[in-house]
């Protein structure tokens, strides 16, 4: 049996298991109030807890990269969803501040693999002009995912109580797994792919050797790291990544704090930013292959796409400011659709820069660089919150993507990309 356009196939793959990797790392946001008031947690012990997230997702991260490079896309992916679906189903087991802790620390550890496996798997199985799609598609997920952890969280903790909510969006990841080790493997090697997508796909995706775990030593992670275009990315990275984990950590409760609402309503309406960051990831990943097809180069389609989405972010800066909730949730839907923009190209350029055995390992420093910014601005974000407002924070969070193109402009010129596949 053959599956037709196996390709969109393997990006729905993706992006299924992107949404569940946000649905799981929101479901905390989405009843921190209610922990907070059952644990007996200050707003700093909340911003301590997704600091010890984040600090496992910086150091993992690092590594993730390197790990699918050794193990290969599909065995690489399968032992990171393994991993943090455990880790997540075993927030329902949590008795306090540091049991809680514990279960977020290795929720970090296990959530940045799907990053560089998933842009690996866009690179085995997508020419560039649709790679930054690919991208895109796959990222669409952390939208979705964000979108649908309030109502699903909300509703689910509503009727069962919050631990079989953790239960619940953990195991969805297991599920996941299964059908990845069935259907996954590179086009020379799937059997489900048709010959006629198999012709099609070969000379435009990577080459077979390319796609093959990496024997030890043939990635110098050191080298990699140490390359204009990788250190360029994780600045890039840690000044934009802070702004989404904000709106992801914090904005359920700048809505409950700030604007009044209870749990039901952050189900009701704190999902709809993210409707629109799935637009713009989409959009934004579309735009950049559209522009190549009408003969713009690479590495301009790219980082023009980019500049579009950092354009709007300044927008976020009115949320707090605006006298009605619509207009704050409005605002925070344009930094949701300016940073999708932004994502679908910029995690791109690992695969763009690099060959296809350093792919992983150069998006996993790239992803490093914007979890070490999350971990700063995430304690930076409980101490100002706790002492002034969000209207600092917001301004920041709509300040960081036109800096960080500048310095994409100017640090990541045309010629260091590749011109290979």
């Known amino acids: 049996m053959k599956i037709p356009h196996m390709r969109w196939v393997v990006a729905a793959m993706l992006f299924l298991a992107t949404m569940i990797n946000y649905t799981d790392r929101l479901a905390l946001s989405v009843v921190s109030t209610d922990l907070r008031q059952e644990f007996g947690l200050t707003e700093q012990d909340y911003a301590l807890i997704v600091t010890a997230f984040l600090f496992a997702y ?75 799609l690919g991208v895109g598609l796959f990222n669409a997920g952390s939208s979705m995912g964000s979108a649908l952890a309030p109502p699903v969280v909300a509703f689910l903790t509503l009727h069962y109580g919050w631990r079989f909510a953790f239960f619940f969006t953990g195991a969805l990841g297991l599920i996941w797994l299964v059908a990845w080790l069935i259907l996954y493997q590179p086009p020379h090697k799937n059997r489900w792919i048709t010959k006629q997508e198999y012709d099609l796909l070969k000379d435009h995706v990577r080459p077979p050797e390319e796609t093959e775990p990496a024997a030890a030593g043939t990635v110098n992670w050191w080298r990699v790291m140490r390359t204009r275009g990788c250190w360029t990315l994780i600045l890039a990275r840690f000044f934009t990544d802070p702004v989404i984990y904000f709106i992801i950590f914090w904005l359920p409760e700048y809505l409950r704090r700030e604007r009044g609402f209870d749990l039901a309503m952050v189900g009701k309406y704190a999902w709809v930013p993210f409707i629109f960051g799935d637009i713009g990831y989409v959009l934004g990943g579309w735009l950049s292959g559209r522009l190549m097809a009408a003969g713009w180069s690479l590495p301009t389609a790219r980082k023009f796409v980019m500049l579009l989405g950092a354009a709007v972010m300044p927008m ?66 409980g101490w100002v919150v706790a002492r002034y407002s969000y209207t600092p924070v917001f301004l920041v969070a709509g300040l960081m993507h036109p800096l960080a193109i500048f310095l994409v402009w100017r640090l990541l010129p045309n010629r260091l990309f590749q011109t290979a596949r």
């Open 58 to 132: 910086a150091i993992m991260y690092a590594g993730s990269g390197y790990v699918v490079d050794r193990l290969g896309t599909r065995k690489g992916f399968a032992f990171f969803i393994f991993t943090w679906s455990v880790a997540a189903m075993a927030h329902a087991l949590v008795r306090g501040k540091w049991s809680l802790m514990g279960a977020r620390y290795f929720l970090g550890l296990g959530e940045p693999g799907n990053w560089p496996a998933a842009a690996k798997a866009v690179a085995e199985w997508f020419p560039p002009r649709q790679r930054a």
């Open 316 to 381: 976020a800066i009115l949320a707090p400011r605006v006298p009605e909730v619509w207009m704050a949730i409005g605002a925070t839907c344009f930094a949701t659709f300016g940073h999708a923009f932004w994502v679908a190209n910029l995690q791109t350029l690992p695969a763009d820069l690099f060959p296809g055995r350093e792919v992983g390992t150069a998006s996993g420093f790239t992803g490093m660089g914007g979890a070490v910014g999350g971990i700063l601005a995430t304690l930076g974000t």
